[in-house]
C-alpha cells in the first residue's frame, strides 16, 4: 500500500507537469480554484472563451482526450495517466467544464458506432475543442425514465425526420453538434423502439432556449426539433438499436460526474477555522466540530474512495458502479454543507452583497445549486437503485411497463 | 381539552386561503420574485381591507381586536402563499413590538396605520453576522440620537418606521439595550438595498447617522422587550413555516400522482412514497409544536419562551426539509425557475435565519427547559 | 384553544382521580414511574398478580375497559373519557400490559363479531383481567405480510381441525384464550382465504414456546398447533371473511401500541441535567444541547400531537391514521437516543454491575429493546407506506400475488 | 499508486477468512454468548498456530514479522466472524504498547507468550465514566507499587497481564501519567467480572492493591505512549469494525433475497434496497477512510493521528448503522435471540465505546486537522 507512482508513471507526471507549468493560463489559477459549486465564472474574462484556448493548446501539443487514440485528436495514453493528468491539471481542469459531456459521453459513443470516415472528421476537433458537442436524451416526459421519450424520427428516403423536445442539454447553446436518442417506433414496448443519431445543431428546424434554473442561472437548456432531417449514415447503431447504443453513454456519464464531485466541506473547514461566533471560535464549538467531523469523515471517505478507484485503474482494472456513492453523498451533503454555513452567519445568511460574495455568496451558490447535484445524471434514487442492483444483486423495480406497446403506456397519473 | 383551533378560527383560515388563493397566486409572487416590484403593494391593501394586518391589535388603536390565534391560521396561510409582502416583519415584529412597550401614543399613532396598510413597520436588530444578543448591538443612542449600521434589516427598504435597537449602556448587561422608534421617511438614515436569497423578501442595510428617534418602553428595557417581541414572533413566523410546509408536501404529493415513469406514477415507488411519508411527519410535528406556542403566545403562559422556542425549531426544520425534498420529487423540474419548488426553498432558508438561526434556537430551547426544570 | 375539562369532564377526572388515590397500589408508583422501554417489572413483587389484582378492583369498581358497554364489564364511557382515565391514571397505567392485546384488540374484534352469548360470557371476565387474551396472527411466513399465513383450518364435521406455527405472541404463556387467523382455502388468492377464530388456550395441541429476544428477554412466543380442534361457533365473522375481521383487530392494535410510546428523551434530559463530563457539565457542552434539542422538539411534536387526536376525540370525531408517526418517530428515535447516552459515558458506557444499573443499565435495555419497537406492530416501512396510502392518498405498493392462487405464491427468494 | 492491499495481503485476508469461517461459526460464538466460557480457547489457540497473533510481532520476539498490513487484513476477518476472543486488547493494546514502550526484556517476556497464545494481555486505562484523558487517570503509583481501581478493562478477566495507566505526578500535565507492566496472576490485584452489553467480550473491575509493578516506558512519558498505542488500536479497531459492518451488510442482503414477502423477495422494495445501498455507502466509506489509516499505521505517517480518528469515526459510524439496520431488515426474526443479528449490534455497539466515545473522537480529529493546518 502507497502512494508512489511507478517510475513510468513518474516520468508521465514529470513531463505534464513541466507542459503545464510551461503553457497553463496561470492568471486565471487563483479565480478556478476558489471557485466552487453553482459558481464557476471569470471575473474579467469570457470563461468559454479561454476554456476553448486552452483545450486547442493541449490539443496541439498532445494533451487532449488523453486516452482517446491518436488518430481522433487523442494520446493514446492509459486510464492512470490520465488521471495522473488531471491531478496535475488541477484547477485549470474546472475549464474543461463545457467539453465534458462531448469528451466523456458524445466522443466515447461515436467512436464505439460511428463509421470510420465520420471518426476521422468530427473526433479530432472535438478532442481539440474547436467543435462543443451535446447530448440530447432527457425530455419533459422522461426524466429517471429515459427510455420513455418521446422525440419522434421517421424514415423519410434517405433521412430521418425529427419532431419533438429534449430537455437539461447543457451547453446546446454553444454546441456545434449533438447525440440525439429518438423513438422510431412507438407501437413496441419502449426500450425496443428507440434509435440513436448524431445531428449538426445548426440543421434548419433546431431551436435553443435555455432554462433558467432555480439558482437564476442557465446552464442547461430545452431543445425544439421540428421537422430537423438527419440522413441516414449518421445514425450510430441499429435503428431500434437506441438504447443499446445509449447505455455506452450513460456509463461514461455516471463515471464521469461522479469524479470531481464537491462535497463543500474543504469550504466549510475552511471557514469555520476563523469564523468568530458570539461566544468565541467557530471551530472550537463542540457542536461545530461534531457537525464538522461528521462531514469530514464523509469528504475523506469518498477521496480515499476515489482513490481505491485509481489504484484499480492503474492495475488495470475496471472501477466498478461502487463510485455512484460519490455523487450520491456528495449531493445531499454539499446542500447540508450550505445550509449549515448560512446558520453559522445568522441572519446575515440571507444576504449576498457584493462584501459578502466570498462568503454567504459562496455558501448561498452551493446551497441554490445543490438541488440539482441530487438529480443530474441520476437521481438519489437511481443511484441506490443503482448500488442496490450491480453491486450488491438485489432485484430490480418491478416493471409494469416492460412488455407494453410504448403508445400504450399510460402518461397521466391522473 | 381543546387543543385545536375554534370553527370561527378555521372558518376564518379558509377564508385567509380562499382570498390568497385568488389575490397570490405564484404568478404574482413572482412579479415581486422577479424584481418588478419590491412588494405586493395591492395584495398588502387587499390584507388591510380584509382586516388581516390588524386582527391582533385592538380596537381602540383600530384593529379587529381578536387576538393571536386569528393571528396565527393568517399566519399559516400567508406562508402557505409564499405571500410576498412585508407581513412578518410589520405584524409580528413591529406591531407586537409597539403592543408590549409603546406608549399609548405611539400606539394611536402607528397601530392604526398598520391595520389599514398605510404603514409598514419592521424591527432593526442585527448589525451583520451573529444572532439576538446584546453584545451585537453596537449602534448608539444618545440623547435621542442614533449612530451605526442595522443589517440585514427584512423589508428595511420598503418600511415606513423601525424599532431599533441600540446601545445605551455599557456595563456588559442586557440591560446596555434599549429600544428606540424611528420614522424611517424623516432622514437620518440611509437605506441600500441588498441581495438576498429570497428576492420576495426584501433585505436592507440602514445606516443611521444622528438619527432622531423616539424611545420605545422605558431605558434599559430594551432587551427584556426584544425577547418577548422575538418569542411571539417565533411563534408566528411558525405558523408561517407550517403553511409553507404543508404546500411544499401537497405540491410533491401532486407531482408524485401526476408524474409517470416506468409506466407508473412516481408516487408508487416507495422511495417517493416514503419521502414524502417523511415530509408529513415533520410537517406534522412542526405543527403540533407550533399549536402548543400558539396556546402559550395567545394566554401569555409561562411556557412561552419553552414553547416558542421548540416550535421555532421544529418549524424550521419542517419547512427546509418539505422544501429541499419537494425539489427532489420533482426532479429536474423542481430545479428549474419556471416551477414554484426553489421559491419555496428560498423562503424556507431565508425564514430559517430571519430570527436568528437553528444554532441559537436550540442553545435557547435548552436554557428555557433547565430553567423550567429548576423552577 | 385551551387545555381545560369540560365540566362533565372535570367532574369525570374529578371522581376518577379520588377513586384512583384510594384503591392503587401506591407501594409500586414509584418503580413504575421509573421503568422504560425494555424493562418493567418490579423488584419485590410479581408484576402480573400486582396487575391482575389491579384489574380486578377496577373491574369490581368499575374502572375497567371504560369505553366497552356495561353488558360486557365496560362503563360505557365516552373515548375522552378513556383518554382522561389514562392521564389519571398515570404509571399504575404500566401495569395493564398484560392485558392491551385482549382489551384494545381481541374484544373489539369479539364484540364485533362474535355471537351475542358468547360475548356475554367471555367478555366481563377479559374485562376484569380474570382471563387474558392473546392474538395468533403472525407467522414465520407473514411477518409484514400478515395476510400471506399458512396456518391450516380444516373443516370437520362441527369442528375445525388447526395446524401450523404462530409467532410474536405477546403473553400466549399466560393466556386463557386467543383469537386465531387462519387460512381455510389455500387456492384462492391470499386475503381471501382466510377464516378468524377464537379457541380456549388451554385445548389439546396447543404449545407456547417463549421466544428468547436479542435483549435477552422474553415478551413473546412462538405457538404450535397440533390437529387442534376449535368448534364452529366459536368462528368470528363468515368462512373465508377473515381477512375484513383482522383489519378490525389491527386497527386497533396500530392506536394502541402508538398511544404511549416511549421516546427516551425525559430519560436521557434528565440524565444530562446532572451528567458531568471530561470538560464540564454535559448540559453545557454545545453539542450535547445540539442533539438534546433536536430530540426535545421531537418529543414534544409527538405530544403535542397525541393532545391533537385527543381533542379530537373529545369533540367526538375519530382520530386518523396520523397517529401512525407516533411509533415511527419513537421507534428510531429512542434507539438513537441510547446509543448517545452510552456514548456520553464513554467505555463505561457497555458495563451494567448493579451500581449502573441506574443509568447505563437503563439505556442498554433501552437499546436492545428498542430495534422491536421498530417492527412490532407494523414496521418502519408499513408505517410510512400507511402514512404514504392512507394520509397522503399516493398509490399502494405494486401486488404481484394479488390475484394469484395462495399455494401458488413462492415461498422463497432464491 | 498501489491505495491497495497488495495479492500476499489479500491472501492472508482469504485465509484468515476460511479459517475463521471453519473455526468461528456463529454456533461457536455462541457459546461464549450464553456464557458457557469466557472466550473460546481453542479458537486463541488456532489463531496462534496460524501465526495470526503475532503477525506484527518481530520474528526476534517470536512474531512473523510482517507488519501492520498484514494486522489489519486479519483485523477486519476477526471483525467479520465476530470473534469472541481477546484478540484486540492482547493485540491492539498490550502488544503495541510494549512494541512502542517495552524494555527488550519485557518484549522478550511478553511478545513470544503473546504470539504463542500462551499470554494474553490488556490495557487498563478507564475508571469509570469519561474518555481517554490525563486527568481521568486516578490510580496511583509510587516506588512501583499501584494503588487504584481500573474500570472497565476489556478482557480483564481473563488477561495474564496488563498495561496500566497510573498518576506519577501532579502538574496537571500529560507529563503526570506513568505506564506500568502488570502480572496480573501474581497477586495484589483483585478481579471482578462486570455485566456487559456483549458478553463476547469480557469486561472487568480491576482492584490494584499494593500492587507491584514494573515501568512501561520513561517515567511521565505514559500519555503520550497511550496517545500513539491509542490511534494504533483505532486503526485496527476500525478493520474489524468494517468487518463486521460488511458483514451485517451481507447478512441485510441474503436475507432480502431469500425472504419473500407479499409475494416477492423483500429486497425487491425500494425501502429495503435503500437501506441496504445506504449500508453500502457508509460501509465502503468506513473502508477508504481505514485503508487509509493502515498506510499512515503501516509508513508511521506524520498523517496518523488525523487518519486514525477518521478511520474509527467512519467505522464506528458503519457498524452501528450497518448492524442496526440489518435487524431492521430481518424483521421481527432480527430480534430474536436465536437469529445472529444481535451478535454484531451487541458488538457495534460495544466497540463504539472501547476506545473512547465517538464523540470524544470527533473532536479528537477536529484537534488534530486543526494542527496539520496550523503545520
Known sequence: MNFDDTPQEAEFRATARAWISANAPKQYEEELRKSSLGRTQLKNANILEVAKAWQKKKADAGWACLHWPKEYGGRGASPIERVIWQQEEGPFGKLSHMFIIGHGMCGPTMMAFAREEHKRKYLPPLASGEKVWCQLFSEPAGGSDVAGLRTRAEKDGDEWVINGQKIWTSGAHYSDYGILLTRTDPTVPKHKGLTMFFLDMKSPGVEVRPIKQASGASDFNEVYFTNVRIPDHQRLGEVGDGWNVSLTTLMNERMSIGAGVSTGFPELFEYCSSLMLDDGPAIEDRAVRSKLANWAVKASG???????????LSKGERPGPENSIGKLVAGSMIQDVATYALDLQGAAGVVSGPEDAEVAGRFQAMLLRAPGTRVEGGTDEIMRNIIAERVLGLPGDIRVDKDVPFNKIPTKGR | MNFDFSDDQKQLRDQARKFLAE?????AVRVVLDGKAPYDKELWKG???MGFLGVAIPEEFGGAGAGHLELCVIAEEMGRANAPVPFSSTVYLAAEALLIAGSDAQKKKWLPAIASGEAIGTLA??????????????LTAANGVLNGVKKPVADGAIADFAVVAARTGSNGRDGDISLFLVDLKAGGVEVKNLTNLDPTRGQAEITFKDCKAEPLGAAGEGWSILTQVLDRAAVLCAFEQ?????????MGRDYALDRIAFGRQIGSFQA???MLADMYVSATLARSNSYYGAWALSTNAAELPEAAAAAR????QAFQHCAKNNIQVHGGMGFTWE????????????????????SYWEDQLIDRMRKKNAA
Open chain 2, 242 to 250: 407550517v403553511g409553507g410546509a404543508d404546500r411544499a408536501l401537497e
Open chain 2, 125 to 138: 436588530l442585527f448589525e451583520g453576522k451573529g444572532n439576538p444578543s446584546p453584545k451585537n448591538v453596537k
Open chain 2, 23 to 27: 389575490k397570490c397566486s405564484p404568478k
Open chain 2, 272 to 274: 417517493v412514497k416514503h
Open chain 2, 313 to 316: 425549531i421544529s418549524a424550521t
Open chain 1, 302 to 312: 469518498l477521496r480515499y474512495t476515489s482513490m481505491r478507484a485509481i489504484s484499480a
Open chain 2, 339 to 358: 416551477f414554484d419548488c426553489h421559491m419555496y426553498y428560498r423562503r424556507a432558508n431565508t425564514m430559517a435565519l430571519g430570527l436568528g438561526s437553528l
Open chain 2, 47 to 49: 390584507l388591510a381591507e
